[in-house]
């Protein structure tokens, strides 16, 4: 079964310090990815996806996700973060193996960026 | 262009009855998703259709439906509420750009609230 987990419940980040959320995973088959963020009274917002190809996915307001095959990890990565970073961020992962195509969204990842 | 609109965007029912809920995703956008939001299960997948098909697929019980019209636009229902429907339920269209990148928007969603 396919599973995705979010170790940090929470990440704090001073302004202008680069960020990292982590995200790991598992599956049976190839992992499509995906980073979410839910910023406060804003929405849900997609960030990026990784179905196949480079291992650094770049995505919108400048975040980027890098793929590791062999240690089953897509982190969430920012060189300098601002304070409007500050959210919710979720981690998903779809098995292209099987499950019908479910997508399982990680427990979420509260980045806080101090000025 | 018109974001991803859901109605209504809040609604009381009582167990047992049943409910739709409805999307229209942005113009152009083939593929449309559903999501349940809780403070206890966090995100979950309901389904995506594409095309008035059903792509992909929670883990949901059947009493969770939903249908796409040749517009693109989108229902969900939900039959026989009970508690545990009470929920954010998030709609989101996406499509596959031109040079193979890709986009999604969430709705604002719909609170359902059942007693």
């Known amino acids: 079964a396919q599973s995705v987990a979010q170790p940090e419940d929470q990440v704090n980040v001073a302004e202008g310090n680069p960020l990292t959320v982590k995200c790991t995973y598992s599956?049976?088959?190839?992992?499509?990815l995906f980073w979410y963020v839910q910023y406060p009274n804003r929405g849900l917002q997609f960030l990026l996806k990784y179905i196949t190809g480079d291992n650094l996915v770049k995505g919108s307001y400048g975040f980027e996700a890098e793929f590791n095959k062999s240690q089953t990890s897509f982190h969430l990565k920012k060189p300098s973060a601002l304070v409007s970073d500050s959210a919710l961020y979720f981690c998903a992962v779809r098995d292209d193996g099987g499950s019908q195509g479910n997508l399982i969204f990680g427990k979420g990842t509260k980045l806080s960026v101090k000025p | 262009k018109a974001g991803v609109t859901q109605t209504p965007r809040y609604l009381i029912k009582t167990r047992g009855q049943q409910v739709t809920l409805s999307c229209s995703p942005i113009?152009?956008?083939?593929?449309v998703s559903w999501y349940q939001q809780t403070p206890g299960q966090g995100l979950q997948f309901l389904f995506e259709y594409f095309s008035e098909t059903q792509r992909n697929k929670g883990n949901f019980p059947g009493r969770f439906s939903g249908r796409q019209f040749s517009n693109s636009r989108s229902e969900m229902n939900v039959s026989t509420l009970e508690l545990g429907d009470s929920a954010l339920y998030l709609c989101?269209?996406?499509?596959?750009?031109?040079?193979?990148?890709?986009?999604?928007?969430f709705g604002p969603g719909t609170r359902l609230t059942v007693t």
């Open positions: 599956v049976s088959g190839n992992p499509y």
């Open positions: 989101a269209s996406s499509s596959r750009l031109a040079g193979g990148s890709y986009e999604q928007y």
């Open positions: 113009s152009g956008h083939r593929s």
